[in-house]
């Protein structure tokens, strides 16, 4: 099928839109990366400005890997995201299901004071208190369960299941499942793009976070990745900005860069696996208020 001048230039002005969209997102990766992995001499001569390095160095790398508190950093974050996660999606469906169905007794009062919690919080101060007086103070749980349940994730996956069928659920039952059964052989299957969605939010969320842990855990072996990159951060900023001590030195720019690159590598890797899920999730959880 033969194209018309006029639709070759819309596509030639389309194609060159979209590349200078995709480089203006790939190229911060690109600098962050080089700037990883670039002597501090040759940021100095390039005012900052590395594309594309010449000398390579993993000086930065060796300052953030070596000794063991990385690993024992990764260690805490994979288990809270990995079984911080698991109980988020658990609580947050076991919410929200029922909360979906407009039979349940006492559901607009307990919708408000959902909503309420969105609009108002007790404080940083409270919470502490109250993470205290439970025992998780300086404890891994400390990171997983103040958090639990997200109430605006909470609203998204009720207005999911909102728009299911409820003749599903009636189908089921008079075929002798319980509610039990309905939730994992019917409910869950049918929701997996929310639930893909969902659980990137919250995984996301607790690979990024460390206010939290700034807060309740003062252990060094306890802290996630995130806190101890924040350290390193800290400490690179106080290396002396002197150009004949910096030669000899680690480039603080390049620790900060590589532990972007630390931190950032993982979700990078898993995101491209439930894009589709992602994408998806969001359109049907947001159909509906």
């Given at each position: 099928?033969?194209?018309?001048?006029?639709?070759?230039?819309v596509?030639g002005?389309?194609?060159t839109?979209?590349?200078?969209?995709?480089?203006?997102c790939?190229?911060p990766?690109?600098?962050?990366i080089?700037?990883?992995?670039t002597?501090?001499s040759?940021?100095?001569?390039?005012?900052g400005?590395?594309?594309i390095?010449?000398n390579?160095t993993?000086?930065a790398?060796?300052?953030i890997?070596?000794?063991?508190?990385?690993f024992?950093a990764?260690?805490?974050?994979?288990?809270r995201?990995i079984?911080?996660?698991?109980?988020?999606?658990?609580?947050t469906?076991?919410t929200a299901?029922?909360?979906?169905?407009?039979?349940?007794?006492g559901?607009?009062?307990?919708?408000?004071?959902?909503v309420?919690?969105?609009?108002?919080?007790?404080?940083?101060?409270?919470?502490?208190l109250?993470?205290?007086e439970?025992?998780?103070?300086?404890?891994?749980w400390?990171?997983?369960?103040?958090?639990?349940?997200?109430?605006f994730?909470?609203?998204i996956?009720?207005?999911?299941?909102?728009?299911?069928?409820?003749?599903?659920d009636?189908?089921?039952?008079?075929?002798?499942a319980?509610?039990?059964?309905?939730?994992?052989r019917i409910?869950l299957?049918?929701?997996?793009?929310?639930?893909?969605?969902?659980?990137?939010?919250?995984?996301?969320?607790?690979?990024?976070?460390y206010?939290?842990?700034?807060?309740y855990i003062?252990?060094?072996?306890k802290?996630?990745?995130q806190?101890?990159l924040?350290?390193i951060?800290?400490?690179?900023v106080?290396?002396?900005?002197?150009?004949a001590?910096a030669a000899?030195?680690?480039n603080?720019?390049?620790v900060?860069?590589a532990s972007?690159v630390?931190?950032?590598?993982p979700?990078?890797l898993?995101?491209?696996f439930i894009?589709?899920h992602f994408?998806r999730?969001?359109?049907?959880?947001?159909v509906?208020?």
């Amino acid at each position: 099928m033969q194209t018309t001048a006029t639709e070759r230039l819309v596509n030639g002005i389309n194609y060159t839109l979209l590349a200078l969209l995709a480089a203006s997102c790939t190229l911060p990766f690109l600098y962050v990366i080089s700037i990883s992995l670039t002597p501090i001499s040759e940021v100095i001569k390039r005012d900052g400005l590395v594309i594309i390095p010449t000398n390579i160095t993993w000086t930065a790398y060796k300052e953030i890997l070596q000794g063991d508190r990385l690993f024992n950093a990764y260690q805490v974050t994979l288990f809270r995201v990995i079984i911080g996660t698991l109980l988020n999606l658990v609580f947050t469906i076991m919410t929200a299901l029922p909360l979906s169905r407009k039979a349940l007794p006492g559901r607009s009062p307990i919708l408000l004071f959902i909503v309420f919690t969105m609009l108002f919080s007790g404080g940083i101060i409270p919470s502490y208190l109250l993470v205290k007086e439970v025992g998780l103070l300086n404890s891994t749980w400390a990171l997983v369960i103040p958090g639990l349940v997200n109430a605006f994730y909470l609203m998204i996956v009720k207005s999911f299941f909102e728009q299911l069928p409820e003749a599903i659920d009636e189908a089921a039952r008079i075929d002798g499942a319980g509610e039990i059964s309905i939730l994992v052989r019917i409910i869950l299957p049918l929701s997996v793009p929310i639930i893909a969605t969902i659980g990137l939010f919250y995984a996301v969320w607790h690979w990024n976070n460390y206010f939290d842990a700034l807060i309740y855990i003062s252990d060094a072996e306890k802290q996630p990745v995130q806190l101890f990159l924040r350290q390193i951060l800290l400490a690179s900023v106080a290396i002396s900005g002197d150009a004949a001590e910096a030669a000899n030195s680690v480039n603080p720019i390049s620790v900060q860069m590589a532990s972007v690159v630390v931190t950032t590598l993982p979700i990078l890797l898993i995101y491209p696996f439930i894009q589709k899920h992602f994408t998806r999730g969001v359109l049907l959880g947001s159909v509906k208020g």
